[in-house]
């Protein structure tokens, strides 16, 4: 009896761990964002199990029956499409739900695409802020502006078609000179990493046709220089 957090690959399927692949195994049931492509990884894999959906359309209604089957003695393995599940994928509310209930949760280490792209991306990294998927529309501006005044790193999700309406409102918010790195199809045959300004970013992407899972990792407002404090005994000159 219990839930295991199993990340599966972001792209290169040999980034499945050895870990990762036994509890496939050994599960009752996989829970799968999107049965077609965690049904092509199991069969790479070579592992046959049963799946049930869990994604976004359906987790709310889910999450107790999957916890209450869990309790009457069966394992499940939760796996999102690419990742990690519950960083900017389904999976909060089931974990949150299981530990409610005293049900053993255990989250395997494995991909995520941020954290690669963050190292890849040569700025800061020692503090940082996952902001994930920007709201679309209502909240946008109030998180950007709430935004501009981060010192911090900050990564971005975002999908290939608003890629670059994202990266001139950042530049609208955050200045055009900021620093910034466009990570896609990370572990995959096409990776690209794009360093420079915001506009410089802006004029490479408007000029190209844009696919691929994306991560924005952009540089925190620069720090303002402190003046030096005078020294109250300083004699006058």
Known sequence: MKL???PTPIGNLEDITLRAINVLKSVDVVLAEDTRTSGTLLKHLGISKPMHSYHIHNEHQTVTRVA?????????????????PAI???GFLLVREC??????????????????ALVNSGLPNDRFTFEGFLPHKKGR???????ASEERTMVFYESPHR??????????????????CVSRELSKI?????RGTLQEVITYFSEKTVKGEIVIV??????EKKKSDKYEDEDPE
Do not use: H, W
């Not at 209450?68 to 990690?84: C, F, H, N, P």
């Not at 530990?99 to 690669?116: D, H, M, N, S, Y």
């Not at 501006?141 to 935004?147: D, E, H, S």
């Not at 096409?190 to 794009?194: D, I, L, Q, R, T």
């Open 190 to 194: 096409f990776e690209e990493n794009v």
């Open 141 to 147: 501006q109030t998180r950007l502006q709430n935004l």
């Open 163 to 180: 890629l670059v309406k994202a990266l001139q409102q950042f530049s609208e918010f955050f200045g055009a000179e900021r620093q910034v």
């Open 88 to 90: 900017s994928d389904p």
């Open 99 to 116: 530990i409610r209930q005293g049900i053993p949760v255990e989250c395997l280490p494995g991909p995520t695409a941020f954290v690669p």
């Open 4 to 6: 295991y957090i199993v």
């Open 218 to 223: 952009l540089a925190g407002k620069p720090e």
């Open 68 to 84: 209450e089957r869990i309790l009457k003695g069966e394992s499940m393995a939760l796996v999102s499409d690419a990742g990690t």
